[in-house]
């Protein structure tokens, strides 16, 4: 297995030394420092809030937390008890390991029904580094698909091609992270149908999904809570607090899906995983019925957003992303403008190779770096603004600079 995405930054930034001159701006990450919290104290009154061993499962409050919290999302309006979606929701202490596990369960049940001993995963190209760790965890081969376009659907079913027998999962991450591309209504209804035929997990990653532009995104929960149930494949849609409560030290978020695969993943979570304690349920509940942080955030996006468009759309290799943090920059070279960058403007983002597969024809990675526009207006216009003159000093950029300016 290959070093993580941030251990390959380092070492890539290894015995470059930032500029000394200018403050160093990490924009690397997709951690937000968009709004701050405000400043409550929620310290727990004594260790005693930690003392006992977490309730399997969470509080009760936060389960109806979540529940309040998907319908809202999806505009549902009836009452969680007329839907009963109790034996469907599962805590989870982060995306992360939800990842992880509901892979596990897909692959062992390929593997323990049909015999299969190398079960597939399908991976958007780019991905999120987790979803290759565990393909390669759990001995599952890849296949990848396209993940940088808008049909995104078209491109998993050309992938499947002849091994529909063989795919235990298909991951999709909806914003996709870095590109942003988003899955509408209609596509999340044809994945649904595809998954449904092949017999596949779909495992749905929607930690970006509040951060759009203008239009709300569709989530697969709303799909899985107004189809028909015997239309719908075997699914898992998983939510976090890590971005759109800018809490990713919590680690809490949720799985929403497939009855027999909640069962499953919250007996596995409940005897060998992490429970949420007392003190992160309560902190997680709060958080899940705070929509005005997320629309603070929504704000100072959307104002990163446009200092993007305005500082860095003279250049071809910029485009603004559907939704999500990052802007998806092409430079010519990731690796080498990610390095000079450093040198010489003390910015640093993250080569665009460390989340490609390269060796697929398509979503070649080497090109791009990934910038997250996830701090204040002042920090991104400071950083993008350092970015441009950068790109305009270095010879790639004559390339990069649209004909209006040359
Ligand atoms: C696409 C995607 N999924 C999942 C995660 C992990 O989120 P969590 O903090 O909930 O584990 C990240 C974090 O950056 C991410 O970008």
């Given amino acids: 297995m290959g070093a993580s995405a941030f251990s390959r930054l380092t070492a890539l930034l290894d015995g470059v030394t930032a500029c000394e001159d ?23 009154e004594s260790m005693r809030s930690w003392q006992p061993y977490p309730n399997l499962g969470g509080s009760v409050e936060l389960r109806r937390a979540y529940i309040n919290w998907m319908l809202n999302h999806n505009a549902i309006g009836v009452t969680p008890s007329e839907l009963d979606l109790d034996k469907k929701i599962e805590p989870t202490p982060g995306s992360k390991q939800a990842i992880f596990s509901i892979l596990f369960i897909a692959v062992n049940r390929l593997r323990n029904s049909q015999g299969v001993s190398k079960p597939i995963i399908m991976v958007p190209n780019p991905y999120y580094p987790t979803y290759l760790s565990s393909a390669d965890f759990l001995g599952a081969q890849v296949l990848f698909y396209n993940s940088a376009c808008d049909n995104m659907v078209e491109h998993i079913a050309s992938s499947i091609g002849p091994h529909q027998q063989r795919i235990a999962a298909i991951i999709v991450c909806n914003p996709a992270n870095p590109t942003g591309h ?10 649904n149908n595809l998954a449904k035929e092949i017999s596949a997990c779909l495992l749905l990653d929607e930690c970006y999904i509040d951060f759009y532009h203008d239009k709300k995104i569709d989530s697969f929960t709303r799909l899985s809570l107004t189809e028909p149930p015997s239309m719908l494949c075997d699914h898992v849609v998983l939510h976090t607090l890590s971005k759109r409560s800018a809490a990713p030290g919590l680690r809490s978020g949720f799985a929403y899906g497939t009855e027999s695969l909640i069962a499953k993943f919250a007996n596995f979570n409940r005897t060998c995983g992490v429970s949420l304690s007392k003190p992160v349920c309560e902190i997680s509940e709060k958080l899940w019925e705070d929509s005005a942080f997320i629309t603070q955030q929504q704000r100072a996006l959307a104002k990163n ?8 759309g003279i250049f071809d290799g910029y485009k603004r992303s559907p939704a999500g943090f990052f802007i998806w920059l092409n430079t010519g070279n990731g690796e080498s403008f990610t390095r000079s960058l450093w040198r010489s403007e003390a910015v640093k983002v993250l080569p665009g190779a460390y989340l490609c597969d390269d060796s697929e024809t398509f979503t070649v990675g080497h090109p791009y770096v990934r910038i997250a526009l996830t701090e204040k207006s002042e920090v991104v216009e400071e950083a993008l603004l350092r970015i441009k003159n950068h790109l305009q000093d270095t010879s790639g950029s004559v390339a990069n600079l649209s004909t209006q300016e040359r």
Avoid at 305 to 312: E, T
Wanted: contains cysteine.
């Fill in 305 to 312: 957003w446009q200092l993007a468009d305005s500082i860095l």
């Fill in 22 to 44: 200018k403050p160093v701006i990490n924009l690397h990450l997709g951690q937000s420092n968009l709004s701050d919290h405000a400043d409550t104290d929620i310290c727990f």
């Fill in 182 to 191: 988003i899955m509408d209504y209609a596509q999340l209804l044809k994945l």
